[in-house]
Every structure is written in structure tokens, then in C-alpha cells.
């Protein structure tokens, strides 16, 4: 509660949830680490230039002009209200057999998280998640008073026989299972990793066998560089458990903040009703027409041609400059590298000498449930310029080099 | 559950508070009362030519200009993070005193009333609620499986006496005391009514004696028609208890999905933290533009013309058209009339009646905790034109002559 409530008058009014988390740092509170002279390797943020700003003002423009009552009310215009289409349509080339009656259209996937969070979950449920996973997924959870567990991964995703152990172990014991499991399958945040078919089909296969609902999170499968796509846990599901989370945050930008849901019919309606926050029907209706006028496809060509260049990029500047010891992930999509530094070496202790020398990242702790990973760091490719890549991964080749005292590069 | 569970396999899926609510027809459900060839006085909906098209387009315009590399980020142009002062700079002129760590931007209103329920509410709490009271907030407090409360209301709004006889008997029974007060204070959604400053004095006294939040919706407050601004429950408050609520859905325009919490730091704070799905800043910056040039301000003064002739001809029509016994609020502000028809009349069964005449309404019933109001109904000026609210008003006195068998109008 910090300095505001010292007399403590407050704290009974809230939550259960929130009383149990409210000690903890806010979504989005890792943005803070940063250092104005040292290139930010953090954020998993597109690059400016990838945001189709004129495109968008155009499809403002014609939203305006072909739907004026409408383009700003409640029920909102053609364009906004044909957006489910365009996402069971998407879906579809994805493999997911799906209709409009199962997609939920919702402010973001955060939000969509979010929804799913309320629709499901109790405090005191149990939560299984990857561990590392996307933090902004583990502070949503803590918000509802969950109990969090990771479960490793390894270079083909999470690590699906130790789950199936786990379980196992659970119901011998007498133990709760989870009601929800949290999953990044295609180029996971933050390790960049894909979840195997064989893994996804046994991931399923628990599932039912143990009745909990898997929440897959796929912002970035649209984005992938290298490779063979792996049909989404959406596409191999029958149960009926996969609650999928989808955005273009990243296929058109974060600021449109325009996300959904695809479930089965009986889960849908009820994250449709849980769902009230209402909708940003001219946000909907600009990327409605957008996506009308075929620009989405456009766009995601030409972001797999950028990214993957940056990818390339990354991979061999950290091929150049990292010392013995140190180890990647060689991610076929999304944003992130996941860097291993020798152990012991500690990448919070690390950080304030990495802005020393010029670079700054996301410390491996903040995204684990349980605080481990400490001698891991994340990197992002998606949102600097190539020169401050260089800059910044040789930055950080120093800084382990001083710090794990350690000789040569990796490429020696 | 409905028909696409009927073996239950997904029922025991739901958090507690959906599976309470599971069965209730969702958020925005009363839309579907309409009859395509019948007049809608149904719904809060703003005039089509009220929105700003124009306006919010030049906005966008010089908001991609100024802000090419920040307009559709995660960060959000200067624009965008100017809004939380535009809204500090407002509240401010309605006598809060407050600053912008006091603001949280929401997603609408809606989304508002949910973060805070989020943040405080957890199952089995009383929440209390003005009966009638805004179904969208019912709806929301459902979601929950909080019990909610009603306390009657009169011509100065809520009826703060029957609330302090209602808690000295909890307090003195045993019962449980709310966690959570919702009111609209001015220009109350549905009855049009404004509660007085005693009462609000009152009001906020029982919320310190009793320690409840008081969550102060205000939609409406901008749009007075007729007589003195009564200062907001926020501008009166000492207890830091009033967490207030506010939207630019019926300022600017409800496609826009732009609204706000203003609430003591210390629930701020955890408001916040809660409210983690994210900002729609391309929105956020389009809005903040606006407001930056001052569009704001003259929209308003617009919108207070035009909807005070739209209130002041639906009263007109109503003395004109309606049969004795017949009853209506005669509202200062905001957007909406409640109509008491005689005793033994329902509302709801008459609909069909109705809606042969040439009108559509809504029923009294969906705005009460109880199920109650059956001979109420709730009609809004604020959407149709002249001409279909004189032939709405018509049908809708033909209606109840018929249907109630009274004769004459009136104005007899």
C-alpha cells in the first residue's frame, strides 16, 4: 500500500486478490528500467516505422465518410461490427475451425487475458504457467489471488512430461489441480521458443484428462521468420478447453489496443458476459477497414521481411560478442532472445554496470513466478535501430565479460 | 448454461461469481427490445449528428503529423499522455480538488465501474444500489456474485434516509454492511433526477460511520439543462471514500471508449494495478488532441443546446399525450424521462402493445435489483429525431389509454 495508507484505513476495502497482491509492483512496472544514455534492448515494442499510420488514417478517413451516424456510437459502423468475420477468417487460414458466435472482440490481449482471469478463476485456484512467461500474464494472475506454478521449458517449449508428472503427482497426493494453464506456444515471451506438435498434442491430452482450461497466447505466430508453422493448440484442440488469445498489437500496432477471444460456444458466452467493458467501435471500425482493404495481409509480409532481418541481425552480433558460456535461444519468430549467462552471474545485480556501458535489458527473474532465472536476461530485437543493436549487444558482450570475468567471444 | 453445455462438462469451469450470474441474459441484452418499424425511445444513445466526425478526424490528422513514432505505440504520443491533466483540468472546475495521480484512465466507463468492482468486490459482499439504478451496472455487479441492494428514490434522488435506517438496522441485527454504494447523483440513468446537496453531505457522512466506498457515476453531469450545478460527491468528499467515475461517451462520443476513476491515491494505486489491460493510446492521442484544442468545450456547450430543446419538446409531448394517471420525471440534465403509468399496468407486458402502436421503450423491471418497477418505464430523448419522438410520445399515449382503459390526456 506504501506511504499513502499508513494508517491502514483503506486496506480493508479491498479485494482478496488485491490484498494478497498489493505489495507488489504495478503492470508495466518493468518499464522503469531504463537509462537515458544506454540503448534499450527491453521492450518488446515494434519499431516506429512499422506502424502503418497512413494506412490507418486513410481507413479513418473512409470509416467517416461511408458510415457517419454510426462510425462513433454505441452499436457502432459496417466496418467495426464485420471485424469478427475478419478475425474467424484469419483464424481459419490458421486451421481453427471457428465462427463468429465464438469469437469475443476485446480491448487488447492483456484485457482478453484479463477476461478469461475473471470468467475462470477463483481465488485460491490453481494457475500453471511457463516458467519464464510473460510477466505482464503473472501480475494479471496475482491480481485474482491465484496460486502460480511454473513448469520448465526447454528448447521445444514447455516441458509437457513434466506436467504430465506433476499432475500426476498432484492427484496421488490429493493436491489441488489447475483450473487454467497459461501458454505462449509460438515464439514464447521471453524465450523465443516454439511449443512442439507432439507437445501440443499431449498438452491437450492432459487437459481433458485433468479438466482444466488451456489459454493460449499467440500474439506473435503471424510473425515468423524461419521454419514450418505448427498448427495453434486452437487448431489441434476437440476438447473444447483451448480459450485462445489473439491482437494485432503486433501484425498493426499496439496503440489500437484491439484483441479477442476464440472458445467454444458455452465458453464464449460467458466471456462475452464477463466481457462488459464495452467496445472501442471506432478503433474497431479504422482497423475494420484496414483489414476490408486487404492491408493486414500487406502488412504482415512486410514485418516478416523486417523482423526477420533484425532477427538475423541480433543473432549474429550476439554470435560475435558474447563470451564463452554464454547461451541464446534462436528464436523463428517473435521479438525476443532469451540469453543464459554463465551461472552465478547474477542479470539484476548485472544491470546498474550494463547501463555503464551502454545497454539495458529485462532481468530473467521478473519473469518467473518463483524469482529464479536470475542469471538469465531478455532481449528484444523488434523495436531499436541495427546500430543500436550493435551497440548494445557489444555493450552487454563487456559488461559479461567484466562481470563473469570471463576471455574472448563465443565465436573464438 | 443453455444449450450448448447440457452434460455440465464445462460448467464447473467458472469462477464463482459467473457461475451464480451464468444463466442471466448478458451485458447490452436490452438491445434487442426494438421492432424494426417502431419508434426507439429505448435507448441513452447520443443524436447521430452530435458526433464530432470532423473534428475527432483533424485530430487524428495532426496527431499522426506531430507524433508519427508515438501515435500507435505502447508509450502513446504527447497527446495521448496529456489526457489524464485534460481530465484533472476538468474535474478541477467541478470543484475536485485533485491531481493526476488520482486519475486512472479506463477503457469507458463501463470498464471503470468494472476495474473498481475488480478492485474491491469480492463474492458474497453487499454492494447497494439506487433502485432503479443503471443496468449495465447491475449486470456488472452479477458478474461478481456480490448481493446487491436497493434503496428507494424520490424527486432529490436517492433516499438517504431509508439508507441510514437500513444500515443502523445491519449494524444492529448482525447483517452484513455494503462494501460498495454505486449512485449516479446527477441526471440519474434511468429517472433523470438529481440527488440534492444534503443528501450528498449525508451520504458521504454514512459512507465514513459505515466505511463503504461510494462509487460516483456521472456520465451526464456536464449535460444540465435547466437550474444550478450541485458540486459533485468527489468535491465534497474529505474521507478519500468517493471514488468517482466519468467517460467521454456522451461528451465526445461513446465510440471513442475513453473514460476515467479519479479516486484518493491509496485506491488509485490499486485501481491501477487492476486496470492492466492495457491503453488504447492511438484513441488516447486522437481524444487528448481534441480536448488540446479545445473542441471539448465547445462540443459541450453544443450538446446542452440541443439536448435541452430534445428534453424540453419530450415533455411537451408528454403533458400533450399522456392520459391521467400517468406520471413522469422532469429531469435537469442528462438524457432520460421515467414514466410511472397507473398501477396494475406492466410494462413489460405492454411492450408488445407498444411496439403495434409505433414505440418502443424500456421496461422498469431491468433496472431494478428486484426485479420491481413493473409499471415504470424508461424513454430517452437523447437519439431519436423531432418528428420520431412526437410520434413515439403518440403511440406510446395510445398505448397506455388502451391498455390501462383511461380517458382523455392530461393536459385534460
Redesign the interface.
Known amino acids: ?2 506511504t ?2 499508513t494508517d491502514g ?2 486496506t ?7 490484498t494478497d ?2 505489495d ?1 509492483p ?2 508495466g512496472s518493468w ?1 522503469s528500467i531504463s537509462a537515458p544514455e544506454a540503448v534499450s534492448l527491453s ?1 518488446g ?2 519499431f ?2 512499422s ?4 494506412e ?2 486513410a481507413a ?2 473512409a470509416l ?1 465518410d461511408e458510415a ?9 459502423s459496417g466496418a467495426a461490427n464485420e471485424l469478427a468475420s475478419v478475425v474467424v477468417e484469419r483464424a481459419r487460414e490458421r486451421g481453427i475451425d471457428c465462427d463468429e458466435d465464438q469469437v469475443v472482440l ?3 490481449a ?2 482478453a487475458i ?1 477476461v478469461a482471469c ?6 485460491g485456484d490453481l494457475v500453471v504457467v511457463e516458467s519464464p512467461t510473460f510477466m ?1 500474464a503473472l ?2 494472475f496475482r ?1 485474482y489471488g491465484v496460486d502460480v506454478a511454473g513448469v520448465g521449458m526447454d528448447a521445444d517449449g514447455l516441458d509437457v512430461a513434466a506436467l504430465a508428472a506433476d499432475l500426476e503427482r498432484r492427484e496421488a497426493e490429493g493436491r489441488p489441480l489447475p ?1 487454467l494453464l497459461y501458454t505462449i506456444p509460438d515464439f514464447h515471451n521471453p524465450t523465443g521458443v516454439t511449443l512442439s506438435r507432439e507437445r501440443r498434442e499431449r498438452l491437450i491430452e492432459l487437459a481433458e484428462t485433468y ?3 488451456v489459454l493460449e497466447d499467440d500474439p506473435y505466430g503471424e510473425l515468423r521468420y524461419h521454419g514450418e508453422r505448427v498448427p495453434s493448440l486452437a487448431a489441434l484442440d476437440d476438447s ?1 478447453l483451448v480459450v485462445r488469445v489473439n491482437t494485432f498489437s503486433k501484425t ?6 484491439t484483441g479477442w477471444l476464440i472458445a ?4 464464449a ?2 466471456l ?3 466481457n ?8 474497431q ?2 482497423v475494420g477497414r484496414y483489414c476490408a482493404e486487404g492491408r493486414l495481409e500487406e502488412n504482415v509480409a512486410d514485418l516478416v521481411e523486417a523482423y526477420g532481418e533484425r532477427r538475423d541481425h541480433m543473432l549474429a552480433r550476439l554470435e560475435a560478442e558474447m563470451p564463452p558460456g554464454v547461451e541464446w535461444s534462436e528464436p523463428d519468430g517473435g521479438f525476443f532472445v532469451w540469453v543464459e549467462l554463465p551461472e552465478g552471474v547474477d542479470a539484476e545485480e548485472m544491470l546498474p554496470a550494463a547501463a555503464d556501458e551502454g545497454v539495458v535489458y529485462l532481468p530473467g527473474h521478473l519473469f518467473h513466478p518463483d524469482d529464479s532465472g536470475r542469471n538469465c536476461l531478455r532481449i528484444s530485437f523488434s523495436h531499436v535501430s541495427f546500430d543500436e543493436m550493435e551497440r548494445g549487444v557489444a555493450a552487454l558482450g563487456r559488461t559479461v565479460r567484466s562481470v563473469a570475468n570471463v576471455e574472448g567471444a563465443a565465436s573464438d
Not at 51 to 54: G, K
Open positions: 500500500m506504501g499513502n495508507d484505513r483503506f480493508r476495502l479491498f479485494s482478496e486478490g488485491v497482491s498489493m507488489e504495478g503492470y518499464r521492450f515494442f515494434p516506429p516505422a506502424f502503418p499510420n497512413d490507418l488514417l479513418a478517413e467517416f457517419p451516424e454510426t462510425a462513433l456510437s454505441y452499436v457502432g476485446t480491448n487488447g492483456t484485457h484479463d475473471a470468467t475462470f478463476l477463483d481465488p505482464g501480475k494479471l491480481n483450473k479438466g482444466f482450461v473444447g498493426i500496432a499496439p496503440g489500437v489496443r467454444h460456444e458455452a465458453l458466452d460467458q462475452r458476459r464477463v462488459a467493458g464495452g467496445r472501442n467501435t471506432f478503433t471500425g479504422v
